[in-house]
């Protein structure tokens, strides 16, 4: 690892905040630079991060030779096309959640990240929290047995700003792609597969964007996985693993769990894995790991597996009738 790695920020959201202060934590690693195509006061979005520079165009920070990898936090619609452009100017990325709006989107980042040679991630960080490292080690000894059940529940009540991301349709807003994308991504890594068969339903609020989605994956042999992203209500917000021989309850939040209880009959076992800052360092660690080694992505969250699962959201979608109008 280099002494200092430079983050750039693409998109100063709320979740650019959590990322820069797991950034700050990281002994060799700094967020350099941050690009805003709207604020009116650049200093005092540098001293809100804490930041050399301050872009008010991505393409400058992208072409900074100061910056090593770039992570992006705008809404979903812009993920495609703000990859594209740090790809193009050969810039490693991490992209947030959802990766994109739909698989095609997708397929073409990946094409283009394998043809440049260049990183390229979706930051799906609950995959690489401590807990899940534990909960794969009983899995794969073998301690619940065949796996046959996965249940999850994520879900708040949304403000009803109706020009907020999360409701707004022309920011392919809703549930799907904002917490959905979570609970699909870990039945997905439970199971190490993608799901033969799909049946979804759900409501479409107001603006049209999908307020509630309940789904059920089938892999074969009785095995599935059934989960409910919402917002309208406070969901408990646990996962469940069902075996043969007994079951793995990651505890509420799932997303940001640090315990997970191994239940094997009557005998129990829970462990307990604290984060050193807030749960983003581990994804940004393996991130610039692997970028130093010159990989393209962590087997924590491959490109393949982030296109299976936007194919997954994408049928779930068409079951619900919810097509984004840029789509």
Known sequence: ?????????IGPGR??????EAVSEIEYATVYAIASRSTKDPEKLKGAFSVEKCYDTYEALAADPQVDAIYIATPHRFHHQNVILCLEAGKPVLCEKSFTTNANEA??????????????MEALWTRFLPIYEQVRKWLDAGKIGDITQVTSTLGFVAPRNLEDRLLNIELAGGTVL????YNSALSQWVYQASP??????GYLGETGIDETVSAIYTYGNGATAQFTCTFLSKSFDQLTISGTKGSIVIHPVFVNAIQATLRIGETEETAEKAFKTNGFE???????????KGDLDCPQMTQADTLENMRCLDEIRRQIGLCY???
């Open 196 to 201: 033969q068969k799909i049946a979804a339903v």
């Open 1 to 9: 690892m280099k002494s200092e790695f430079k983050w750039g920020i």
């Open 178 to 181: 904002d917490l959905g994308v």
């Open 282 to 292: 581990y994804q940004i660690i393996a991130a610039m790991q692997a970028i130093q």
């Open 107 to 120: 397929e073409e980042l990946v094409n283009l990240s394998r043809s440049k040679d260049i990183f390229l």
């Open 325 to 327: 109008p840029f789509e």
């Open 15 to 20: 979740i650019a905040f959590k990322f820069a």
